[in-house]
C-alpha cells in the first residue's frame, strides 16, 4: 500500500470533494481518498500494482478540476 499527496487546483465545496473523492473510490486499488479543501489536496492511499498516479490525475481531470 502507498500513500501519495496529489495537489489540486478548483476544489471550493463539499460538493467537489465528494466529486473527486468519488470518483477515486470507483478506481480499482484506491483504498482511501481524503480531500483536504483549505489544502488544495488529496490524499490516496492505493495499490500501485492496479492502479497508477497518472490514472488518478485523469480522474480528478474528469470531474473538471486540475491535478498538479
Do not use: R
Request: contains cysteine; charged residues 30%; glycine residues 8%.
Amino acid at each position: 500500500m502507498k500513500t501519495d499527496i496529489i495537489e489540486v487546483d478548483g476544489m471550493t465545496c463539499g460538493h467537489c470533494k465528494s466529486s473527486v473523492e468519488g470518483a477515486l473510490h470507483q478506481l480499482e486499488g484506491v483504498e482511501k481518498a481524503e480531500v483536504n479543501l483549505d489544502a488544495k489536496q488529496v490524499t490516496v492511499d492505493y495499490d500501485e500494482g492496479k492502479v497508477t498516479v497518472s490514472a488518478m490525475k485523469s480522474e480528478i481531470e474528469d470531474q473538471g478540476f486540475d491535478p498538479k
